[in-house]
């Protein structure tokens, strides 16, 4: 699937572009930073000029397409050298807003950027956690920074109302820097996906054997483990796996299954653009994630028009509220997925059709998140911004 061509909504100003830095680990095919991508796609670079700062100092799989919308990726590994290199790096690149999108160590970051004198510091929850243990140098970590946020913050963002009740604070809403900008996908880029076995081909999959999808890196948070202990009670059905592996929870997963005697009906296919594809091939997509902001890949199944069953978290439950297609299993058990997936049909045309409507008529559009995220850049500055 092509990428869509760069799209202006936004009515132009007149005066120098605001710069715009955010902060991420690296810029790899996760779901914030593809959504940040798609967001610089669609804003008019005359507006808003945006460039990237990786914590990790290593490179990502994004850094050529950011280059090719006329971004810039700085690796700035945090590390004893980081603060003065940071600084060093607003100043020269002239920014005007620092946008961190790491929970809360971004209030390091906005520590920086307030310290040399950054007019708009966001700090942006896409999660509800950082999913470390709450040990007693780690609460301690959290307390530090959140009050640095809560003193150089000039805007706190979280991709649902629960990112911010349970990554910021339980009374976000009398906060008024507070804000829940929705992550948003472009129905018409998967308009075009559809199912033409070439798939099931690739994997040797028969017609009308039931096939699952689950996307996402092998990170412990996505719970890839859930799934190998799901396989044995679904006898006939193929998961695919589709996300960056590598890692030993993917070993991991492949040691459980092949105990189960299920490797044969796991599909390891790695990360991959083409994401759409293979959900669109998949009669359900998972989700059995035990920490989630808003998942993307619920809105991108969505938009292909395959149901999703997924785990019982807050941001999956404002999806379902406002988007049919979704089944939410409130336990942890197996079973109860295995019952919710063989109670499932393959998805027919006309049902599929229903789903991407009614998504393209919900506030998870890509469309709204640029108005939203231009809106907020290029706000004149507020008293008690600097």
Same mark, same amino acid.
């Given at each position: 699937?092509?990428?869509?061509?760069?799209?202006?909504?936004?009515?132009?100003?007149? #005066?120098?572009?605001?710069?715009?830095? =955010?902060?991420?680990?690296t810029m790899h095919r996760g779901g914030a930073e593809l959504r940040t991508v798609e967001i610089m796609r669609r804003t008019d670079p005359a507006l808003v000029v945006q460039e990237f700062a990786a914590l990790s100092g290593a490179p990502g799989t994004l850094d050529d397409e950011i280059r090719q919308l006329g971004g810039a990726v700085h690796p700035c590994r945090?590390?004893? #050298?980081?603060?003065?290199?940071?600084?060093?790096?607003?100043?020269?690149? #002239?920014?005007d807003v620092v946008h961190s999108h790491v929970f809360l160590t971004s209030g390091?970051?906005?520590?920086?950027?307030?310290?040399?004198? $950054?007019?708009?510091r966001i700090a942006h929850f896409r999660s509800t956690s950082d999913g470390q243990p709450s040990t007693v140098r780690r609460r301690a970590y959290r307390l530090g920074?959140?009050?640095?946020?809560?003193?150089?913050? @000039?805007?706190?963002?979280?991709?649902?109302?629960?990112?911010?009740?349970?990554?910021?604070?339980?009374?976000?809403?009398?906060?008024?820097r507070c804000q829940v900008i929705y992550n948003g996908v472009d129905p018409a880029r998967f308009a075009d996906a559809v199912d033409d076995g070439s798939v099931r081909a690739e994997l040797g999959v028969p017609p009308g054997t039931p096939l699952l999808v689950q996307v996402g890196r092998f990170d412990p948070p996505k719970n890839h483990l859930f799934t190998a202990t799901l396989l044995p009670l679904l006898p006939h059905a193929h998961v695919v796996f589709v996300g960056r592996g590598g890692t030993a929870l993917e070993a991991e997963t492949r040691r459980r299954l092949a105990a189960? #005697?299920?490797?044969?009906?796991a599909h390891f296919v790695g990360e991959r653009p083409d994401v759409g594809r293979w959900l669109v091939a998949a009669d359900a997509s998972i989700l059995p994630s035990v920490i989630e902001g808003l998942p993307g890949v619920v809105l991108e199944s969505l938009a292909c028009g395959t149901p999703v069953v997924a785990a019982d978290l807050p941001g $999956? =439950? %404002?999806?379902? %509220?406002?988007?049919?297609?979704? @089944?939410?299993?409130? @336990? @942890?058990s197996p079973r109860p997925w295995a019952d919710a997936l063989q109670a499932m049909s393959s998805p027919t045309p006309a049902a599929r059709a229903r789903r991407r409507a009614v998504l393209a008529a919900s506030p998870f559009t890509i469309d709204a998140a640029v108005a939203a995220h231009v809106a907020l850049w290029t706000r004149p500055s507020r008293r008690g911004d600097s």
């Open positions: 699937m092509s990428a869509p061509a760069r799209r202006f909504d936004q009515p132009t100003r007149r #005066g120098r572009a605001r710069r715009v830095l =955010h902060v991420f680990g945090l590390d004893a #050298g980081f603060a003065p290199r940071f600084m060093r790096l607003i100043r020269e690149r #002239g920014i390091l970051m906005l520590a920086l950027a307030f310290a040399v004198g $950054v007019p708009q920074m959140r009050r640095m946020l809560d003193f150089t913050a @000039t805007d706190l963002l979280g991709v649902s109302a629960a990112s911010l009740a349970e990554g910021w604070s339980p009374e976000w809403q009398r906060d008024p189960s #005697g299920c490797l044969d009906r $999956v =439950h %404002e999806i379902a %509220e406002r988007v049919e297609g979704v @089944t939410v299993v409130t @336990t @942890t």
